[in-house]
Each structure stands twice: as structure tokens, then as C-alpha cells.
């Protein structure tokens, strides 16, 4: 299945500030990839499909000006959460869409905003 | 009603014990079916697929009832090392939601000496 590595893993910062998540797709080249939010003792929601070459699709109640995608690559896309808020603070998952079921996860990135 | 449904537990057994998890979904155009396993902290890594006919792996065993939209995983001679939460997965199903996967809350299991 594919390695995905997501970087950075842990992420503090001030409100107000702009945070990028990369995820990297390893050893596959995936036109797909999705960008999943989960809150403490919640399940993993999905935000929004990155598409390599257009744009992403998102999720209802998730905000596109907000959350960033860019999926400029086969092997690379990012989520920017544009002026983080404390309530922006999560644990962020993406996963790789290898043609078919399962997809394979990042290792997450922990954000949390003072 | 949520679209994947699981007792969120915890479940605390003693080593050696036989658990069983349950989990109903409740989009029927659902076609592919998932149990994940994740650590505190951690990102959601596969257990095992769910098939129609009922699938193995090792000590861990997952059933798939299409008619009344459930899903089960057994674990048999539970170790210390199977303590975590594992998460019902389903795709979502249907035009453009194939690829798309809608996950439970999780079972917390917690496996004592």
C-alpha cells in the first residue's frame, strides 16, 4: 500500500497565524487525497477531497477560504488553516486514495493554537 | 440518526478474554466495509476489510450483515498489546462518494492484566 508521510506532526502557534500541513505521498502517485479534522474522543470528519490539477472539493460546513487546499503534485498536497483560532485546534489526518480501498494515512498533524 | 453507529465503551476485559464489537451504518448504497485501529494519538491504521462472507485474520474475526446494515469484529484471546480504539469504517457509497469513507466514534477496548 502507499507510505504517506505528513509533516509537521505537532504545530503550536498564536492566534491569528497561518499553519501548513504538508502530506506526501511516498512511493504512489495519487491523484486523490483527503484531508480528515478529529477532535478529541470524536470521530475523523472528512474535510475536503484534494484533486492533483483543480480544485478541492469540501465538505459541507467546512470553509474553503479557511482551510487551503493545494494539490500541485502527484506526491504532494497541503492544507493551510489561514488565521488559526484556538478552536481551530485538532488533530489533522490525511489519507491517500491508491485506486482502491483502504486509503493509507499520514501520521497526522496536532495543531494547537494558544 | 449518525451514519456509523458504535458503543463507544470502554470495554475493559482481562487478557485471554473474547470481545465483540458491533457497528450498524445506515447508508444502505454503502459497498466497502473497515475496521481501523487507533492508538491514543495516534492516525487510524487498517485492521481488516469486512467481507459478505465473513472474514479471518489471526484472532480477529469480522462479520458483515448487508440486510440489517451491520458490522461486527470478534477478538479472541485478547492481549495487552490490542488495547485501543477501533473505528467503523464505511465508503460512502453512490455517484462520487465511492472513495469517500464516513467513520464511527470508536470502541474504546482496554485489555488488563
Known amino acids: 500500500g502507499a507510505v504517506v508521510s505528513q509533516h509537521p506532526s505537532w504545530v503550536i502557534c498564536k492566534s491569528g497565524t497561518s499553519v501548513k500541513i504538508e502530506c506526501r505521498s511516498l512511493?504512489?502517485?495519487?491523484?486523490?487525497m483527503f484531508w480528515y479534522r478529529q477532535f478529541p474522543k470524536k470521530s475523523l470528519m472528512l474535510m475536503a477531497t484534494?484533486?492533483?490539477?483543480?480544485?478541492?472539493?469540501?465538505e459541507q460546513g467546512v470553509e474553503k477560504d479557511k482551510f487551503l487546499i493545494n494539490h500541485a503534485s502527484l506526491t504532494l498536497s497541503t492544507l493551510t488553516v489561514t488565521s488559526a483560532h484556538p478552536e481551530d485546534s485538532s488533530f489533522y489526518i490525511c489519507?491517500?486514495?491508491?485506486?482502491?480501498?483502504?486509503?493509507?494515512f499520514g501520521d497526522g498533524t496536532r495543531l494547537s493554537i494558544l | 440518526r449518525k451514519e456509523v453507529e458504535q458503543d463507544p465503551g470502554p470495554f475493559n476485559v482481562p487478557e485471554g478474554a473474547t470481545v465483540a464489537f458491533n457497528c450498524t451504518y445506515s447508508n444502505s448504497a454503502s459497498q466497502s466495509f473497515f475496521w481501523y485501529r487507533q492508538d491514543c494519538r495516534k492516525e487510524p491504521k487498517l485492521l481488516m476489510s469486512?467481507?459478505?462472507s465473513g472474514n479471518e485474520d489471526g484472532r480477529f474475526t469480522a462479520q458483515l450483515n448487508r440486510a440489517s446494515q451491520y458490522i461486527s469484529l470478534l477478538i479472541r484471546d485478547s492481549k495487552l498489546s490490542d488495547s485501543a480504539t477501533y473505528l467503523c469504517?464505511?465508503?460512502?457509497?453512490?455517484?462520487?462518494?465511492?472513495?469517500?469513507?464516513?467513520f464511527g466514534t470508536g470502541t474504546q477496548l482496554k485489555v488488563e492484566l
Open positions: 469486512v467481507y459478505s
Open positions: 512511493d504512489f502517485q495519487a491523484t486523490t
Open positions: 489519507s491517500v486514495y491508491a485506486g482502491n480501498q483502504p486509503q493509507h
Open positions: 469504517v464505511v465508503n460512502r457509497g453512490g455517484t462520487g462518494g465511492g472513495n469517500k469513507l464516513t
Open positions: 484534494s484533486n492533483e490539477g483543480s480544485k478541492a472539493t469540501y
